[in-house]
T-cell receptor, first 106, second 111 residues
Framework: KNEVEQSPQNLTAQEGEFITINCSYSVGISALHWLQQHPGGGIVSLFMLSSGKKKHGRLIATINIQEKHSSLHITASHPRDSAVYICAVNDYQLIWGAGTKLIIKP | DADVTQTPRNRITKTGKRIMLECSQTKGHDRMYWYRQDPGLGLQLIYYSFDVKDINKGEISDGYSVSRQAQAKFSLSLESAIPNQTALYFC??????????FGDGTRLSIL
């Protein structure tokens, strides 16, 4: 069983929809990261959180430490949000989820 | 200028060749990492370095070696490349437990 599991693996939605991507983990962590990988391959860090909730523009990340679960939400989704979203957790090293491929259709 | 620069961006080579991928950073971060990414899989850690004199194996270090020539430079070598090392390779840097900063990746194909 993977230590970091994301769902769904693939998600296609229409522009404007509210998007939720989930991440569950099985190890004790000091922090959880959400990252975005664009089709060109570059990886950008979106959030690092260890409790509660963070918001940046249309992106919201939440974490429930007791349930070992985090969600990434995108409000008013746009085709430029199309990317792979990756969850990673800080144990002794970063442990990576396999990513969620998001496609937003106009 | 990019904070983390990887060279080359793309490389096609033959089985058995020695290959070096280079990573340099301008952020002054102490920690540097090499990952590989295969389609449908999460990033896998190859090697990491917390300091010039501190090199550590990651989960998939076999077939790879690294050199931390200076705080700003961390090179990954494939001594004798094999086709299953075809992948996208990323270098990343981090300061303490802050978010990692990634290079743009090197797409390596081994024929």
């Amino acid at each position: 069983k993977n230590e970091v599991e994301q769902s769904p693996q693939n998600l296609t939605a229409q522009e404007g929809e509210f998007i939720t991507i989930n991440c569950s983990y099985s190890v004790g962590i000091s922090a959880l990261h959400w990252l975005q990988q664009h089709p060109g391959g570059g990886i950008v860090s979106l959030f690092m959180l260890s409790s509660g909730k963070k918001k940046h523009g249309r992106l919201i990340a939440t974490i429930n430490i007791q349930e070992k679960h985090s969600s990434l939400h995108i409000t008013a989704s746009h085709p430029r949000d199309s990317a792979v979203y990756i969850c990673a957790v800080n144990d002794y090293q970063l442990i990576w989820g396999a990513g969620t491929k998001l496609i937003i259709k106009p | 200028d990019a904070d983390v620069t990887q060279t080359p961006r793309n490389r096609i080579t033959k089985t058995g060749k020695r290959i070096m991928l280079e990573c340099s950073q301008t952020k002054g971060h102490d920690r540097m990492y090499w990952y590989r990414q295969d389609p449908g899989l999460g990033l896998q850690l190859i090697y990491y370095s917390f300091d010039v004199k501190d090199i550590n194996k990651g989960e998939i270090s076999d077939g790879y070696s690294v050199s931390r020539q200076a705080q700003a430079k961390f090179s990954l070598s494939l001594e004798s490349a094999i086709p299953n090392q075809t992948a996208l390779y990323f270098c990343a840097t981090v300061f303490c437990n802050q978010p990692q900063h990634f290079g743009d990746g090197t797409r390596l194909s081994i024929l």
